[in-house]
């Protein structure tokens, strides 16, 4: 069976036949699981969030509004991501600590965004990420390298930079979902690029020549 439109498997689910819920299963199984894997710790947490979170689908299937095909998929992206939150907090392995509010950051949505976002000129604090040369990091690190990367961030900071830097959430839905303020949200991405900057390098260290750390704007040196 080909691909079919989701909303016409969502109104087959409904009717509970078992075909359309198998092709529904394995029609969102690749991208929401890659979802889960940036959420949770292993691959073993990921099935098992995958699979709690595709029968909370099914049971409040009926409850499920949409417009369009993208509002339903939006839709079901928004339910894994609260699940994961969900996930995380019933294993008590989130612990977002308050600290000094840091601004400024930008939302992006695709793999190659991501990659920019991490690396492109932007203050953290009082420290400046930027690269010399942008387009040559794409072509070294791939998707997967950076989702590995972004497993071996604390929960606390894993969870803030998955919402807000690749799934797109603003720091106002963040801090309404986690129980924190949006400064808390904004300083835990903060400390979450910085991490993933140091793991990156740390695995390949010839990236080295692309990216610049300085306390200010006037003294700038090379990692």
Aim: hydrophobic fraction near 35%.
């Amino acid at each position: 069976m080909g691909e079919q439109s989701l909303i016409t498997l969502f109104e087959e689910c409904k009717k509970g036949d078992k075909k359309a819920i198998r092709q529904l299963y394995i029609q969102i199984y690749p991208q929401m699981m890659n979802l889960c894997m940036r959420y949770v710790f292993n691959k073993t947490d990921a099935e098992d969030l995958f699979a709690e979170t595709f029968l909370k689908i099914l049971t409040r299937i009926d409850t499920i509004k949409y417009e369009s095909e993208e509002h339903l998929m939006n839709t079901i992206k928004r339910i894994f991501i609260n699940s994961a939150i969900d996930f995380l907090r019933y294993r008590k392995r989130v612990s977002l600590i308050s600290i000094q509010e840091i601004t400024g950051s930008r939302t992006t949505h695709t793999d190659e965004e991501t990659i920019y976002d991490l690396m492109e000129g932007e203050e953290e604090g009082d420290i400046l990420i930027e690269t010399s040369e942008e387009s040559s990091i794409l072509d070294e690190i791939s998707p997967e390298d950076i989702i590995e990367a972004i497993q071996q961030l604390p929960d606390a900071y894993r969870t803030v930079f998955n919402m807000h830097v690749i799934d797109g959430l603003s720091h106002d839905y963040i801090a309404a979902t986690l129980g924190i303020t949006p400064s808390t949200s904004r300083a835990n991405l903060s400390r979450a690029r910085k991490q993933l900057i140091k793991i990156l390098i740390t695995k390949f260290p010839h990236l080295k020549k692309y990216i610049i750390i300085s306390a200010n704007k006037s003294n700038e040196g090379q990692l």
